[in-house]
């Protein structure tokens, strides 16, 4: 036995910085960001998303993704977009899409090296809001199947309702707005 047990309960001990800052800050979460999307635009199962996305579009998304991150990961720094659900609501996202994403954040991690902890709290920090992420019907397919629809009034407006709550969906609070 070493005496090392006795450091888990040591009330003098220094708290752990944040996942932000062991991840190295805005400028290195930048930088990985670009590099996961970079990744996704080349992905066989994702990269079509991108293909008709604008340039401006692509810079305000990295931007977002960065605030995001940073904010959930401990940084000092303000999400001002869209909740979760509101932002991937109607996107007909599966676990074709999820595993592409991991695909892309898996290279990532050993691009940049990261080491083992790092990358389990990164992966779980994603997977908290797959519930938020994954499983809507595409709203494309929703308008095609409901010709009466108004597009002006959501998906709710025809009967279909994501996230599902009737049928128990666990989605994070913080992945949704109040109302949406
Ligand atoms: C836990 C996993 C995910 C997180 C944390 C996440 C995070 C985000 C954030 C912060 C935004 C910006 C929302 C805004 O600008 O208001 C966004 C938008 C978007 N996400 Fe995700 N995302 C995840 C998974 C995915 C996956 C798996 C895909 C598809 C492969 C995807 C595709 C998109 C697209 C295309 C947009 C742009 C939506 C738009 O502006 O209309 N996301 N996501």
Request: hydrophobic fraction near 35%; include cysteine.
């Amino acid at each position: 036995m070493t005496g090392t047990a006795h450091s888990d309960i040591d009330p003098t001990a220094e708290p752990q910085p944040s996942l932000y800052e062991r991840l190295g800050g805005y400028d290195a979460i930048y930088v990985f960001a670009a590099a996961a999307l970079k990744k996704g635009m080349a992905h066989p199962d994702i990269g079509h998303i991108w293909a008709h996305m604008s340039e401006s579009t692509f810079y305000k998304e990295h931007i977002n993704f960065v605030d995001f991150l940073s904010e959930q990961w401990g940084g000092n720094v303000r999400y001002r977009g869209r909740d979760m659900v509101t932002a991937h609501r109607g996107m007909g996202l599966t676990e074709v899409h999820w595993n592409a994403m991991f695909d892309c954040l898996y290279e990532c991690y050993d691009e940049f090296g990261l080491p083992q902890e790092l990358r389990d709290e990164v992966d779980a920090s994603f997977t908290k809001f797959k519930p938020a992420v994954v499983g809507s019907p595409s709203y494309r397919d929703v308008v095609l199947a409901h010709p009466e629809i108004d597009v002006t009034k959501g998906m709710k407006s025809v009967g279909v309702h994501w996230p599902d709550r009737r049928r128990g969906a666990a989605i994070p609070a913080e992945a949704e707005q109040s109302g949406s």
